[in-house]
């Protein structure tokens, strides 16, 4: 089966600058990679995904990339703010995209003001 | 509002005692799903729905159980609870279509003694 590795465990950074967490894949038949933002206390959101006909996705200060070949994938955040401080998980499918999901273990974001 | 709940959102039982976690969305979504979390693991799935009568076990499903009478409702059943089963159990649903994602509900903390 699929099995998604996740990058740092933890990641602290200051305020207005910008952060990165990555994730590996094993199963090259996986298409669809979403990635979820876990507040305290609530259920997982998604933020943004791609799929495997994408090399970058953005939007706003959050952007995705895709190396398929490397089987890699990575979500950048940019000019961090308070708000963004919440576990990140990524996670990959084979499936149209919403279905059969393996999540990396989650990253704690700490954004320090 | 477009939302999944979940009930209990805590619970605390001893071993043995059987239980049920209800779970039911308003959204109209054929897909449904349980994961539990745990420390260091992320989120792991339990057991899926495609939909109503259709289930098939995810990664971890020993020693749960479910059903999908209804389209709305998906209930995750603990026959004889064990303390390894102690984890934060979320439920989740999503339209069977490309580009859609899962709606997670705000998660259910079991502990079993």
């Known amino acids: 089966g699929e099995n998604v590795e996740q990058h740092p465990s933890t990641l602290s950074v200051q305020e207005g600058d910008s952060a990165v967490i990555k994730c590996t894949y094993s199963?090259?038949?996986?298409?669809?990679f979403p990635w979820y933002k876990q507040e305290l206390g609530k259920g997982p959101q998604l933020i943004i995904d791609i799929r495997s006909n994408v090399g970058e996705k953005k939007d706003q200060r959050i952007a995705v990339t895709l190396n398929k070949t490397a089987k890699h994938f990575s979500l950048h955040i940019t000019e961090t703010q308070p708000e963004d401080s919440a576990v990140y998980f990524c996670?990959?499918?084979?499936?149209?995209?919403?279905?059969?999901?393996?999540f990396g273990t989650g990253t704690r974001l700490t954004i320090i003001p | 509002e477009a939302q999944v709940t979940q009930n209990p959102r805590y619970l605390i039982t001893v071993t043995g005692k059987k239980l049920t976690v209800t779970c039911s969305q308003n959204?109209?979504?054929?897909?449904m799903s349980w994961y539990r979390q745990d420390p260091g693991l992320g989120l792991r799935q339990i057991y899926y729905?495609?939909?109503?009568?259709?289930?098939d076990k995810g990664d971890v499903p020993e020693g749960y159980k479910v059903s999908r009478k209804e389209k709305r409702n998906f209930p995750l059943i603990l026959e004889s609870p064990s303390p390894n089963q102690t984890s934060l159990y979320f439920c989740a649903s999503g339209a069977r279509v490309k580009g859609d994602t899962q709606y997670f509900g705000p998660g259910t903390r079991l502990t079993v003694l």
């Open positions: 199963d090259s038949a996986s298409n669809y």
């Open positions: 729905s495609m939909n109503v009568e259709v289930t």
């Open positions: 959204m109209n979504h054929e897909y």
């Open positions: 996670a990959a499918s084979p499936l149209f995209g919403n279905e059969k999901l393996t």
